[in-house]
């Protein structure tokens, strides 16, 4: 069965400073890996996504996230953080082998910016 | 464009209750998928349809949950004597193609409160 795991609740991080949110994966097949994020009374927003090809992936507002085969990782980064990138992230996985098209989150890791 | 819309957005109801919640997926989009969302937790799946029928159902707690989508646009998630356990926000999501690389765009997602 697919897993992913979220280990930290909150992150919390100055403006300015780089942000970090982790994220680990376990799947049987090929990993698919999103990041999404959730703002207060909305819904999910997609992030960025790797499928294949370079490990290092680029998505919206700045965010980018580093895929590392052997740690089964996908931590998502972001150089310099801001006040408004507050919110609730999420990592998802797909595993096409094992579980078709649906996608497996974490419990989420709430990121909280001071200015 | 129009993204994806749930209605209602909120939803009270008394147990045992039959409800009803509805999403309209992004036009042209041929996937379309359901999650539950409890508090303080990621989403998770619920069931999955490619066109009018359902590809994957295995997410769907137990008989009293059931979700149609007749004309392969539009969807109806639709839950028989709800029990307190039911409550949770109830995400709508749908994505391009067989939908195996693409990523899914949600909906605001419906509150449902069952007393």
């Known amino acids: 069965a697919q897993s992913v795991a979220q280990p930290e609740d909150q992150v919390n991080v100055a403006e300015g400073n780089p942000l970090t949110v982790k994220c680990t994966y376990s799947?049987?097949?090929?990993?698919?890996l999103f990041w999404y994020v959730q703002y207060p009374n909305r819904g999910l927003q997609f992030l960025l996504k790797?499928?294949?090809?370079?490990?290092l992936v680029k998505g919206s507002y700045g965010f980018e996230a580093e895929f590392n085969k052997s740690q089964t990782s996908f931590h998502l980064k972001k150089p310099s953080a801001l006040v408004s990138d507050s919110a609730l992230y999420f990592c998802?996985?797909?595993?096409?082998?094992?579980?078709?098209?649906?996608?497996?989150f974490g419990g989420g890791t709430r990121v909280l910016v001071k200015p | 464009g129009a993204g994806v819309s749930q209605t209602p957005s909120n939803k009270v109801t008394e147990k045992g209750k039959y409800v009803e919640l509805r999403c309209d997926p992004i036009?042209?989009?041929?996937?379309l998928y359901w999650y539950r969302q409890s508090l303080g937790q990621g989403p998770e799946f619920l069931i999955y349809?490619?066109?009018?029928?359902?590809?994957?159902d295995s997410g769907l707690p137990n008989d009293r949950f059931f979700a149609v989508r007749p004309e392969g646009s539009v969807s109806t998630l639709k839950i028989q004597r709800t029990e307190r356990g039911d409550s949770a926000v109830y995400l709508c999501?749908?994505?391009?193609?067989?939908?195996?690389?693409?990523?899914?765009?949600f909906g605001p997602g419906t509150r449902l409160t069952v007393l």
């Open positions: 999501a749908s994505s391009q193609g067989q939908g195996e690389y693409n990523e899914q765009f």
């Open positions: 799947v049987s097949g090929n990993p698919y």
């Open positions: 790797y499928i294949t090809g370079d490990n």
């Open positions: 998802a996985v797909r595993d096409m082998i094992a579980a078709g098209n649906k996608l497996t």
């Open positions: 036009s042209g989009h041929t996937a």
């Open positions: 349809f490619q066109g009018t029928g359902a590809a994957d």
